[in-house]
């Protein structure tokens, strides 16, 4: 059977270990002139409502997006290194990635507030990037709302992979962000509490169903079956 799984990648794929704050603190000095006054609030968000609200919580006018989008990547670029260095792919993703990449009818991407060239960096520094098929993955350049980036990724993958436009899709995140994009578009969510949110609040929050972590790879491979027959 069929199915689109749609993968967050901070927190759910990968640690980054302080590494995505250093991106938006250099990327909104190299337009501004000046340090931000405050680390970035990401928790879910875009890249395009991350900057936004830098800019506004700054006092600053927000520069076109893209100049927001050119620091962004040149930022993340120059700290693929140090993400390698310090941050980690998180348990069982590897064995889980691997698995779904090559399961019948699958298509694995991922869906994240990262820009396209960021979300590579992040994934590239684990080699996980040949795991996935990044190529239909929806990223924060692509929406402002989370929501919004499902429907890009469903049409990506019928374009480029010949998907039907009835194929289930599932969310596989961290936040609370991730299970209402989930639920706003009627797609399927696994809530992951690897991140800061608990397995209560993501629950909460709706989602149909939630782990502790990924290290379980055959349950979550069960699950993800179980939304592919729906």
């Known amino acids: 059977m ?7 990648i901070d927190h759910t794929l990968i640690e980054n270990a302080g590494v995505s704050k250093e991106i938006y603190a250099a990327a909104f ?3 501004a002139g000046a340090g931000p006054g405050e680390p970035a609030r990401t928790e879910g968000r875009t890249d395009r409502l991350i900057m936004r609200d830098m800019f506004q919580r700054n006092g600053i006018a927000e520069p076109d997006w893209p100049a927001v989008e050119a620091a962004l990547t040149s930022a993340g670029a120059d700290r693929l290194h140090d993400l390698s260095q310090r941050g980690t792919a998180l348990p069982g993703v590897r064995d889980v990635l691997k698995e779904a990449s090559v399961h019948s009818g699958w298509v694995s991407s991922v869906l994240t507030g990262n820009i396209a060239a960021n979300a590579r960096v992040k994934v590239s520094a684990f080699e996980l ?3 996935l098929d990044l190529s239909v993955g929806a990223y924060g350049a692509d929406a402002l709302q989370r929501p919004g980036l499902v429907a890009v990724a469903r049409e990506r993958a019928q374009r480029l992979r010949g998907v039907p436009d009835d194929v289930p899709v599932v969310l596989v995140g961290d936040t609370p962000r991730d299970v209402e994009a989930a639920l706003a578009t009627r797609s399927g969510i696994i809530a992951v509490a690897s991140g800061v949110h608990s397995v209560e609040e993501l629950a909460a929050a709706g989602a149909q169903a939630v782990l502790p972590d990924l290290t379980d790879t055959e349950r979550v491979l069960r699950i993800l079956e179980t939304f592919a027959a729906h």
């Open 2 to 8: 069929e199915l689109i799984v749609l993968w967050d």
């Open 129 to 131: 990037d040949s795991l």
């Open 29 to 31: 000095t190299a337009l």
